[in-house]
């Protein structure tokens, strides 16, 4: 048995990879939002309902996985607060009122080691919000989070350690199964940790392009000698209206 979750990515994508308008056009800013959804046919809501579904029949998820780039453009810096003194908050913070809680069933994961992040919810219908965050995140964000009862682990020291979060989490939380939802860079970093185990991947019938727009797996090339991820496929499905839907595992 692995000494960490399994790891589903699961993105939707443009028939070209792009997971987003441009390098800097969140998507959930009302402008970009409203363009992404308006160039996906009626089959992209359909495949992504069927996708969710066939998830949770395999593996019951546990934790969804998201990067701080989601929520804010790449040159967005660490949130302004209060200077705080940094004495116990490099502790993981996991309240009991937040991890027992009888209603708790999901963890929607954040990876924001650099503190870039504000909060307006904490989660609902049983999902509470879970941060990743490393030895250099600023204290005065860990404070923060800690004001505002958001549960964080601390994984690795310069940065988010990923397979060290993995298994924390594991370990921690009982998590068994991660579904990374998130951009091209967080998908980029667990595809070169060799974390991925599979694939699920929705392409709709529009064409977005660009130089640096991000894709389903961004980040650092492959170095000279190391052969890409090899992948077996497991099953494919197409809409009438063109949106092509395609379950992935990694060979090892």
């Not at 009991?96 to 307006?120: I, L």
């Not at 989660?123 to 990743?132: C, P, R, V």
């Not at 030895?135 to 690795?156: F, H, W």
């Not at 940790?193 to 797996?217: K, N, Q, R, Y």
Request: glycine fraction near 10%.
């Amino acid at each position: 048995m692995s000494d960490r979750p399994r790891v589903v990515v699961s993105v939707t994508a443009s028939v070209d990879g792009r997971v987003t308008l441009g390098r800097s056009r969140v998507l959930l800013s009302e402008e970009a939002g409203k363009m992404w959804h308006s160039v996906q046919p009626p089959g992209a809501d359909e495949a992504g309902a069927a996708r969710t579904a066939l998830l949770e029949e395999l593996y019951a998820p546990t934790a969804i996985l998201e990067g701080s780039g989601t929520f804010v453009a790449p040159d967005v810096g660490p949130l302004d607060l209060p200077a705080a003194e940094a004495e116990g908050l490099y502790d993981d913070f996991l309240p009991d009122e937040v991890v027992k809680h009888p209603d708790h069933r999901k963890w929607f994961t954040v990876v924001d080691g650099r503190g870039r992040v504000e909060w307006d919810t904490k989660g609902g219908d049983g999902i509470d919000l879970l941060l990743l965050v490393a030895g250099t995140t600023p204290p005065s964000y860990l404070s923060y989070l800690r004001r505002e009862t958001i549960p964080y682990l601390v994984a690795g020291d310069d940065r988010v350690d990923l397979p060290l979060a993995l298994r924390r989490m594991r370990d921690k939380l009982g998590v068994t199964c991660v579904v990374s939802e998130a951009g091209g860079t967080l998908n980029g970093a667990l595809l070169r940790a060799d974390l991925v185990d599979e694939l699920h991947l929705i392409l709709f019938p529009a064409a977005i392009g660009g130089a640096g727009v991000p894709t389903v797996f961004d980040g650092p090339e492959l170095e000279l000698g190391v052969e890409p991820t090899r992948l077996h496929l497991l099953s494919t499905e197409a809409t009438a209206d063109g949106v092509v839907s395609l379950r992935y595992e990694v060979i090892r």
